[in-house]
């Protein structure tokens, strides 16, 4: 479950739903392909959500990974979700540190 500061200042269904919403979001904000209005929404969101905030920094490592990789041709889906979880391991391990 995504986390959410003490104040943030939806109820929880709420949250869920905002926070969903902006996962759906994130590449078409990191495609810079939402219009104005939906990326101020999406960027207040990811100032309020560490949750959201993770997983956006996540897909943008992605995405940069992928574009270097790649030269700017679509990656294979399969790549994608490689990188995806690897990089999904590495932050968990720098997370929470063995011994913990």
């Known amino acids: 479950m995504t986390e959410h500061p003490r104040n943030h200042s939806s109820s929880?269904?709420?949250?869920?739903?905002?926070?969903?919403?902006?996962?759906?979001?994130?590449?078409?904000?990191?495609?810079g392909e939402c219009t104005a209005e939906t990326k101020a929404k999406l960027r207040q969101h990811l100032?309020?959500?560490p949750g959201c905030l993770r997983h956006y920094g996540v897909e943008?490592?992605?995405?940069?990974l992928i574009a270097r990789k790649c030269s700017g041709d679509k990656a294979p889906r399969g790549l994608y979700e490689?990188?995806?979880?690897?990089?999904?391991?590495?932050?968990i391990v720098r997370t929470f540190p063995a011994g913990e």
Request: with cysteine; aromatic share 2%.
């Open 12 to 31: 929880p269904g709420e949250a869920d739903a905002d926070c969903a919403q902006v996962i759906a979001e994130v590449w078409t904000l990191l495609d």
């Open 60 to 64: 943008e490592r992605i995405k940069t």
């Open 47 to 49: 100032e309020e959500c």
């Open 82 to 91: 490689r990188v995806r979880l690897e990089i999904s391991r590495t932050t």
